[in-house]
């Protein structure tokens, strides 16, 4: 049995900060990658960024410098902290964990948060 509890999300004006978390448990494996996708209405869920059990981070590029990823393998948590937010951050973001962090790419493990609401206004 794997959970991901997510907690963070709410409401902010555009240049605000919010910090979002993710804490696994279960039978997880803990050399598995982790990460963060975000999604619109009508739109498919894409990646924001993931991060290996070493550290090794990607980003997508709208968020490159404004966002960061972190985890505490101790407490096998996944941390977004999210900066500078514009308008368009907005989304509901999920956890993921069970990935594969390689040198292509981040691929997507089949373990999902219950996804938390961000809306930045403008």
């Known amino acids: 049995q794997v959970q991901l509890v997510e907690s963070g999300g709410g409401l902010v004006q555009a240049g605000g900060s919010l910090r979002l978390s993710c804490a696994a448990s279960?039978?997880?494996?803990?050399?598995?990658?982790m990460g963060w996708y975000r999604q619109v209405s009508g739109i498919q869920r894409e990646l924001v960024a993931a991060?290996?059990?070493?550290?090794?981070?990607k980003y997508t590029n709208s968020v490159k410098g404004r966002f960061t990823i972190s985890r505490d393998n101790a407490k096998n948590t996944v941390y977004l902290q999210m900066n500078s937010l514009k308008p368009e951050d907005t989304a509901v973001y999920y956890c993921n964990a069970g990935g594969y962090y390689t040198l292509g790419g981040y691929y997507t493990g089949k373990y999902w948060g219950q996804g938390t609401q961000v809306t930045v206004s403008s």
């Open positions: 991060i290996s059990s070493s550290g090794s981070t």
């Open positions: 279960g039978s997880i494996n803990s050399n598995n990658a």
